[in-house]
Nanobody, 124 residues
């Protein structure tokens, strides 16, 4: 089992940057592929970015491609989401998630463990 805690959210102006972190408990972090999802009020939880358990392969939603970067440090049991050129439509609660597979998935039900989320608000 793994517990996930997100941090780094906040209020930022359009065009600004934020770096989200997700710290995982346990000694088997490197066994999990990781994903970042986001959920705006009244909307579904959508895939943002994913990374394989080795960190060798990443994937992104079209809406964030070229602006967001996912990375992980298995020695620190942490996955990151660097968000640049933020837009008001990026406003949402951001969640990290873990699945005990080599590869990430773009659908929320594929993940076994979730953090509680961190709010990101982008003002225009």
């Amino acid at each position: 089992q793994v517990q996930l805690v997100e941090s780094g959210g906040g209020l930022v102006q359009a065009g600004g940057s934020l770096r989200l972190s997700c710290a995982a408990s346990g000694r088997t972090f490197s066994s999990y592929a990781m994903g970042w999802f986001r959920q705006a009020p009244g909307k579904e939880r959508d895939f943002v970015a994913g990374i394989t358990r080795s960190g060798g392969t990443t994937g992104y939603a079209d809406s964030v491609k070229g602006r967001f970067t996912i990375s992980r440090d298995n020695a620190k049991n942490t996955v990151y989401l660097q968000m640049n050129s933020l837009k008001p439509e990026d406003t949402a609660v951001y969640y990290c998630a873990a699945r005990m597979f080599a590869y990430y998935d773009t659908t929320a039900p594929a993940y076994e463990y979730w953090g509680r989320g961190t709010q990101v608000t982008v003002s225009s």
